[in-house]
């Protein structure tokens, strides 16, 4: 990697929206210096026309739900009758057309602005359960998909051992099993980050890892400073379950057990008791919403506010991929929470960007990232201000413009460690991402 001089044509900095800000970079991919009051691109330099912003996190990915889209809207159901059809994608993954489907759906993710990816793994041996020979096999090609596609990764690879409180894995969920979480423990610690790559853990949930073998996952996250992820209470089956076996709600369990605090994050926390806010919020614990498969699954929108207020930081991710758009999970987050209160302004522009950049960058492990300043990583993405969407306010109110109007087809440029991964639109190591997103999936369905 070389250095590279970026002008940004508008930059959304710490001070807020500034024009003409030259952003340097170095070879070692962070950010060198970032300078104002430049009305012309200097000689040399890149330029970015639009709004130039902190890359996109997408804290909560499951990669292989891209081949799901548009495939299962026909007739009535429920996240249950969903998880099936999505069961049954799962059982035709193998390492190399996984490989395949993550590398095309993270090329998608760099079109749309993001530059890092929590990958929830849990998809991790042969059919039936039997290891493959690298028992890494499958997290290795999504980490491997993910530098090819140009974008960072946190791989939180899964413990998932039972089917519910009590039951054996099912005939789907076998090879998510390690059977243990001291064998998941011993598996995962063969797994290596580099630059690209952090490694983190993560508990699927409380119905998928016994009560007493928490403490084995969250040990191992502690030991390595590492992020630890766990879905929570997306379900009321799933809390009402919980009381009956534990007589605690899924976040108590989970307090009980040492899982909370900073370096955790609750995803969709979506049916809590006053209590359970109290106990993420005052623990540090961090919460990732989901709002566009919330609101696909039918399962209901989650105190976002209350959350916040309690001190949880919020980011986003758009987790079954129904579909890839910080933006909109940004939006839906304040529009949601509107429907619910009837009231506007839950959250400035730039603190929904903020939970769609800093705070899901640090999520995921990645504190450097999510400003634009010296001494960060050189992780920034360009929107256009001038398309049917975005024309018209002027970009002193880019910020705004972003959130409540743009797509992620207004995303013009990405740039990841200094290095330019979509270019006016255009993915720079992925020659047709349509094309191969069209060809994986089919390839899976067949």
């Known amino acids: 990697m070389t250095a590279q001089t970026y002008w940004a044509e508008h930059a959304l900095l710490d001070t807020g929206v500034e024009p003409g800000v030259v952003i340097e970079t170095a070879g070692d991919g962070r950010i060198t210096a970032v300078r104002g009051g430049t009305p ?38 429920t996240f249950w009758t969903w998880r ?116 983190g853990a993560a508990i699927h949930s409380v119905r998928a890892v016994p009560a007493e073998q928490l403490g084995t996952v969250a040990a191992w996250a502690q030991e390595r400073d590492a992020p630890l992820h766990v879905h929570l209470s997306e379900q009321t089956a799933e809390n009402d379950a919980c009381v009956e076996a534990h007589g605690f709600t899924p976040t108590a369990l989970l307090a009980h057990h ?33 709002p566009t ?47 619910h209160s009837r009231t506007r302004g839950h959250w400035s522009a730039t ?10 960058h640090s999520a995921l492990g990645w504190d ?7 001494g960060a990583l050189a992780d920034f993405t360009t929107v256009a201000l001038d398309s049917v969407r975005t024309a018209g306010p002027p970009p002193a109110l880019g910020a705004e413009t972003a959130v409540f109007a743009a797509t992620n087809a207004d995303v013009r440029d990405t740039v990841v460690g200094g290095r330019h991964i979509v270019r006016d639109g255009n993915h720079q190591l992925v020659a047709d991402v349509p094309v191969e997103l069209a060809r994986t999936i089919a390839a899976l369905r067949d």
Request: overall charge negative; aromatic content about 6%; charged content about 20%.
């Open 258 to 290: 040492g899982v909370l605090g900073p370096r955790t994050t609750a995803v969709h926390a979506t049916h809590l008791t006053p209590g359970d806010i109290r106990l993420l919020g005052h623990s540090g614990t961090g919460v990732c919403m989901c």
């Open 368 to 374: 450097d990232a999510g400003r634009i300043s010296a």
């Open 293 to 339: 498969t919330e609101r696909d699954l039918a399962d209901g929108t989650g105190p976002a506010p209350a959350l916040q207020e309690a001190g949880s930081p919020l980011s986003l991710g758009s987790d079954s991929h129904a579909v890839i758009d910080l933006f909109e999970e940004a939006r839906a987050m304040e529009l949601n929470e509107r429907l």
């Open 40 to 77: 012309a691109p200097p000689p040399g330099a890149v330029s970015l026309r639009g709004l130039t912003m902190p890359g996109l996190a997408n804290a909560h990915s499951h990669a292989f739900h891209r081949a799901l889209r548009g495939a299962t809207q026909a007739g009535e159901g």
């Open 84 to 199: 099936q059809v999505m069961y049954r994608t799962a059982d035709r993954l193998t390492p190399d057309n996984y490989f395949a489907l993550a590398r095309a759906a993270y090329a998608e993710m760099a079109l749309a602005g993001i530059t890092s990816v929590g990958e929830f793994h849990y998809v991790h041996h042969l059919a039936g359960g039997a290891r493959y020979d690298n028992p890494n096999a499958m997290g290795e090609a999504l980490t491997a998909a993910a530098a090819e596609a140009g974008i960072r990764i946190t791989l939180l690879d899964t413990c998932y051992l039972s089917s519910g409180f009590g039951a054996e894995p099912d005939k789907h969920q076998r090879r998510f099993s390690d059977g243990t979480a001291e064998r998941w423990a011993e598996r995962v610690s063969a797994l290596k980050g580099d630059g690209n790559t952090r490694i």
């Open 351 to 360: 603190a929904l960007l903020r939970a769609a950049s800093a705070d899901g």
